[in-house]
């Protein structure tokens, strides 16, 4: 077959995908999935506009996410964004439009994300997402509940080996406390950690002179990866109120995910931080065998609703469409 | 109930919407319906990204919708653009990625698109299509499938009364060519033409000297409303060949369409014109009683490929979903 010189002609934006007959089929098929998973747990569907005014987005954008964001003009000059993750205008949604609903609210969605990153594998700039949203509800069944959900998910569409690494961000809130550094500096920090930088964090920690033990204890939070065992093992090593608040909580989640069966699939990974800055307690992210990065993440963000005016604890989580299709792939080559 | 501040302190882009729960329920299921309908017609889903290059999407933009795209830059500096249809961006992927595969093809899609339109009732921003595209069949049997195909798309979907307007941009072409006008006038004529502005019409039609007879022939053309009879009435007011072609051609089509049985449905209109500049045959808009704006529309498109290198004629339409579901609305009002 002779070179086709027409792709290369008509290139597609960087980082983003056309879907073949078959493709768009197969994609179709699993966000049905993801529908029907989500309506039998008692959620229910909303949708946002793609671009919302900036204003609202950096209300609590993480500093990693606000660098990708996509702006624009509107031709008020006021300054637009195309969405970066659902979490923030379900918020806005649900502060303004919802606010009289009765609480928990149980809500899902399958929509676009757009973040400008660096193409590599796996990294697109535009991408699915299928996640919900458990608004006003508190505690460690709230959040077993989306992890419980989450396991669900990824099973219904046939994914097999995969296990959520389960963390508290307040473990690591903790341990920062303890350095007495700056809040940006704080942020550095915790940017290298989310990134897994592990060069990079250890120069920053010498550069402030952050004593060995805390040191230590920061570049080594990755390695408490286990069972409760985990928990155990990091309380020896701290007094922190705050990060033993945070392992005390953890327990308790890890008993509910006794409860409803699925703990087989969640290893403990206190190590875990994602980009968004609005998660106030549990963390989680999904990863199968053979996937360099997550499948699916979320957590608890009980301050973000407060600052549209509607305070209101909340957790949630969303699939990566195409991140699944992909470890589905995988899994079918390997059978 | 006290009046709600925080939808004013939080909005949202104008000519954009928030769905509630319910909401994004029926708009699924509506959607669904249609993927329904275009499957067992044949035709095939896929998608293409929100982003394109301002390059590919310009290379056959109206000059109405060139002024109503959505435009960023890349941080490479080039132009990006939020699709305004999904013709275009779907003949791209065609001419790139599947000029292997035998014709003809039948593709659906189901997409958000974007203008930048002043957001009146029922005009938005962003909105949803679901549109199908035959490539690679001339003549009138595959336009009547489409409209037919329409037609089917509307019944599903469970609305009782509208019709189809059936127009031919030949006829027009051949009155434009009559009046050995330059291009540039020609277009404004169009577009006036396209936006039903008659006092823009004459207006344009009397400065550049456009004789009596043809000046009136234009400004009627959209009375030209009805059965067969209206193509032989119009008949003897010209001599122009291509318009004497396209007459024939709507008769052929008409044909095809009483063979499918979707005759009482389509009303011949020959001042039908479309915003976009592709259209090269027959092109139709679907309205209900009681709505100001077309549900669906599209038309036979032969040039638009073989800007992309790959000579091949093509026909589609598409539902506008939020329109159709606002037709559904006023439908159950009534009843």
Redesign the interface.
């Given at each position: 077959?002779a070179v086709?010189k027409?792709?290369g002609?008509?290139?597609?934006?960087a980082g983003?995908?056309?879907?073949?007959?078959?493709?768009?089929?197969r994609?179709?098929a699993l966000e049905n999935q993801m529908?029907t998973v989500f309506e039998r747990w008692g959620y229910?569907?909303?949708?946002?506009?793609?671009?919302?005014?900036f204003d609202?987005l950096a209300i609590d954008l993480g500093e990693e996410v606000g660098e990708e964001l996509?702006?624009?003009l509107?031709?008020d000059g006021r300054l637009?964004v195309?969405r970066p993750d659902m979490t923030t205008p379900i918020a806005?949604?649900v502060?303004?439009?919802?606010?009289?609903q009765p609480l928990p609210l149980r809500?899902f969605?399958l929509a676009?994300v757009?973040r400008?990153e660096s193409p590599q594998a796996g990294r697109l700039r535009?991408f699915g997402q299928a996640g919900v949203e458990l608004i006003g509800s508190s505690g460690p069944e709230a959040d077993a509940e989306l992890i419980a959900l989450a396991v669900e998910a990824l099973r219904t569409a046939g994914l097999q080996e995969f296990q959520i690494s389960l963390g508290e961000v307040q473990v690591i809130n903790g341990l920062m406390e303890e350095t007495n550094l700056p809040e940006s500096v704080i942020r550095s920090l915790k940017r290298a950690l989310t990134q897994k930088d592990l060069v990079g964090l250890e120069d920053l920690l010498l550069e402030h002179q952050v004593p060995l033990q805390k040191r230590e204890m920061i570049l080594g939070i990755s390695n408490f990866q286990g069972g409760l065992e985990v928990i155990q093992e990091f309380r020896k090593l701290t007094a922190n109120q705050r990060t033993i608040q945070a392992l005390d909580y953890l327990e308790q989640v890890w008993s509910s995910l006794i409860k409803l069966g699925v703990d087989p699939f969640v290893r403990l990974d206190l190590g875990v931080l994602r980009g968004f800055e609005y998660y106030t307690g549990i963390v989680f992210e999904g990863y199968s065998s053979d996937l360099g990065f997550p499948l699916c993440g979320g957590g608890r963000y009980d301050n973000l609703l407060s600052k549209?005016?509607?305070p209101c604890p909340a957790t949630g989580f969303a699939v990566g469409i195409e991140r699944l299709l992909l470890a589905l792939d995988n899994q079918n080559k390997k059978q």
């Amino acid at each position: 077959m002779a070179v086709d010189k027409y792709p290369g002609t008509w290139p597609i934006p960087a980082g983003t995908r056309d879907l073949l007959p078959g493709e768009a089929r197969r994609r179709r098929a699993l966000e049905n999935q993801m529908v029907t998973v989500f309506e039998r747990w008692g959620y229910q569907e909303v949708a946002t506009p793609t671009l919302e005014y900036f204003d609202t987005l950096a209300i609590d954008l993480g500093e990693e996410v606000g660098e990708e964001l996509y702006r624009l003009l509107d031709r008020d000059g006021r300054l637009l964004v195309l969405r970066p993750d659902m979490t923030t205008p379900i918020a806005r949604l649900v502060a303004t439009r919802l606010r009289n609903q009765p609480l928990p609210l149980r809500l899902f969605y399958l929509a676009n994300v757009f973040r400008y990153e660096s193409p590599q594998a796996g990294r697109l700039r535009e991408f699915g997402q299928a996640g919900v949203e458990l608004i006003g509800s508190s505690g460690p069944e709230a959040d077993a509940e989306l992890i419980a959900l989450a396991v669900e998910a990824l099973r219904t569409a046939g994914l097999q080996e995969f296990q959520i690494s389960l963390g508290e961000v307040q473990v690591i809130n903790g341990l920062m406390e303890e350095t007495n550094l700056p809040e940006s500096v704080i942020r550095s920090l915790k940017r290298a950690l989310t990134q897994k930088d592990l060069v990079g964090l250890e120069d920053l920690l010498l550069e402030h002179q952050v004593p060995l033990q805390k040191r230590e204890m920061i570049l080594g939070i990755s390695n408490f990866q286990g069972g409760l065992e985990v928990i155990q093992e990091f309380r020896k090593l701290t007094a922190n109120q705050r990060t033993i608040q945070a392992l005390d909580y953890l327990e308790q989640v890890w008993s509910s995910l006794i409860k409803l069966g699925v703990d087989p699939f969640v290893r403990l990974d206190l190590g875990v931080l994602r980009g968004f800055e609005y998660y106030t307690g549990i963390v989680f992210e999904g990863y199968s065998s053979d996937l360099g990065f997550p499948l699916c993440g979320g957590g608890r963000y009980d301050n973000l609703l407060s600052k549209f005016g509607y305070p209101c604890p909340a957790t949630g989580f969303a699939v990566g469409i195409e991140r699944l299709l992909l470890a589905l792939d995988n899994q079918n080559k390997k059978q």
